[in-house]
């Protein structure tokens, strides 16, 4: 059912996506939902209108109204599904209406899980449009179709990265700044989270960190390009740690990483030149061969599974760090957000990213990361839902 | 072409470099000793000069790679032979005690070493042995170094090679390369760690960039997963497995190509990717698990190899050190993705003598002091 919106002069309050004073007469019909359907996860974002009226919810159909009750008074799904309540965002304007953001989660893997649901619900009757966002999109097109009788509209996953992390920025929120740095960040004592206001964000390097990583230069909000990317990401760091450690989830893998030590594992420059090298400016704590004492059957037994799971972590982080300053020094940019849901939770990357950054560009570059993490491709893509460019 | 000294330096002459993995050693044997320069040699001359040159193996690590000797060298004004030797770095006290019994020190030659263990062990080369190590910088010996080997004309194979059709393994060749003109050139050292360096002239280079994801990595990471223990174990499993079990590929993401971006569906998405799945951990194998420690540090390597030279404005890359010894896999993917990923701008070469540069590098400026 699509609802005829009145006249009134809409975007008033800061942060809504409607163009100031335009009026649209046809909206899209709820519910509304972003969908971005990554390597390991997906994520849903979904919009909770506060402001039904009474007449609305008369004609509301009954599968609609379930939808919602079911999403909002839980905060778990399944076995795996997780909303993530401290990141909802309420008394959110979008299209003249007023309501709350929920950001929800779930391992690709469980897709079939969500499909089945999304059939039981009769889902396909409500004739919305379900777009979707990362490689999920492509793959499981005819899944959706089969399975549950949904129409996916497709969106390339950099294009809603890149709109949804320029939105939700905008937002002017009651709540936490959306961005942050690190101050100190190599000293426990003294580190500490700041809030940063990314006004005149542009130009911007976005670095991309889920199961593989990208990188992308943005230069005003229609303009970016991929500027490269690496296999080595999130997925690399989840993969080794299963293997190295036995450990099974990524929660698990961070909590092992956070009680090792890294430089049993690897082989520092001090190792090799007994302090520093100084003629090309690497200190002797720096790591010149990740691992590089697990060649020694010595030392393979006697480092704990912790110092392979920070051994690895730091390897992955601190090789995402060496790219990003590459990119960053040709591309002639100065500030880096790192957004993706391999810094969820990950305090410990962000830090060590934070420390690099600094540090090798002699204070030139910024770290900056974003609360909403991984879910900037599907807000993306719910944008695109609302306002089809 | 040689340049002729008035006064040489003393024999032996030997040039080391001492890496985090590997000692790495050069020693010219001079083949046009005359009567009387024999008659005057003393004693634990002759005998170091016998023991290198009538073994290719010492002790239970030490190798010379024979297949790498330059015979009829002129250095110096001398004519002879350059021979290639390495041994773990693990085994220098064995080499050390060897120089001590040997009475090294009492020839009172300049011992000339490169590589973070000069710094490191010369305490240990004076007490252990009496020697007195003239230290130099590893990149500096290492650039002078692929200079010089690459100019020797030598009626043995082309110094300089690279890889026609690397993707196609029946029509996959290597041919040689003539790298005059070598300037500039992007020098790119893989050995425990990486160096990536910009040389522009003979004088004039740079370090661009390094990663501490290198040959060490690879070894320590198939040891750990594999229980293999060394570099030929760990190649001879890669070389048996499949990665595309063990990576999360853009088609296992996509479906097939990620074509916006021109990724095609065959590409690594996410290195070790599929290791995440409790079931896909348990159908792979050792041999695939080394596969792809191989394959993801070498195409990272690759990759930021790529970034540098397109940085730099580089179109040639020369890939050197000891991770690329009998690893023909690592040396062709290389060679295809600098090809397929710049679209044929990057052309990939390597050289025969791969890890010894740094240590010619010390040998000549024990002869010709910069």
Not at 17 to 46: E, N
């Amino acid at each position: 059912m699509r609802h005829r919106r009145d006249s009134r002069e809409d975007g008033e309050t800061s942060g809504d996506t409607c163009r100031k004073g335009q009026t649209q007469t046809m909206t899209s019909s709820f519910p509304w939902f972003g969908m971005d359907i990554g390597g390991t996860l997906v994520k849903l974002v979904y919009f909770e209108p506060k402001d039904i009226t009474a007449e609305e919810e008369q004609e509301e159909v009954e599968n609609l109204k379930s939808i919602r009750r079911y999403l909002t008074s839980n905060i778990a799904y399944g076995t795996t599904g997780i909303r993530d309540v401290h990141l909802e965002l309420q008394d959110l304007t979008l299209c003249g209406r007023k309501g709350n953001l929920h950001f929800i989660r779930f391992p690709t893997h469980d897709l079939p899980v969500f499909l089945q649901m999304g059939r039981n619900k009769h889902f396909s009757s409500l004739h919305t449009t379900l777009c979707a966002t990362g490689g999920g999109a492509y793959k499981f097109e005819n899944d959706f179709r089969t399975m549950a009788d949904l129409q996916l509209h497709k969106l390339d996953e950099l294009d809603c990265l890149v709109r949804g992390v320029l939105y939700i920025d905008s937002v002017m929120s009651s709540g936490p700044s959306e961005c942050y740095y690190f101050e100190n960040p190599t000293d426990p004592d003294h580190c500490v989270q700041k809030p940063y206001l990314l006004e005149n964000p542009y130009p911007l390097l976005l670095v991309n960190i889920g199961s593989g990583v990208s990188i992308l230069a943005v230069y005003s909000e229609n303009n970016y390009k991929r500027v490269t990317g690496t296999s080595l990401g999130g997925g690399t760091f989840l993969g080794l740690c299963c293997l190295l450690t036995g450990c099974s989830t990524f929660e698990e893998a961070l909590e092992m990483a956070s009680e090792g030590e890294s430089t049993r594992v690897d082989k520092l420059v001090r190792d090799i030149y007994g302090g520093d090298y100084e003629r090309f400016g690497l200190p002797g704590w720096a790591v010149a061969s990740s691992f590089g004492n697990m060649m020694s059957k010595e030392k393979r037994e006697s480092v704990s599974k912790e110092d392979l799971a920070r051994a690895t972590l730091v390897t992955i982080t601190n090789n995402i760090g060496s790219i990003t300053r590459m990119c960053a020094l040709n591309e002639n940019i100065e500030r880096v957000v790192f957004v993706g849901n391999f810094l969820r939770v990950n305090t410990l990357s962000m830090k060590l990213l934070a420390y690099a950054m600094d540090y090798w560009s002699k204070g030139q570059l910024k770290a900056l990361f974003l609360r909403h993490e991984g879910y900037f491709g599907a807000v993306g893509a719910l944008l695109e839902l609302l306002h089809p460019s």
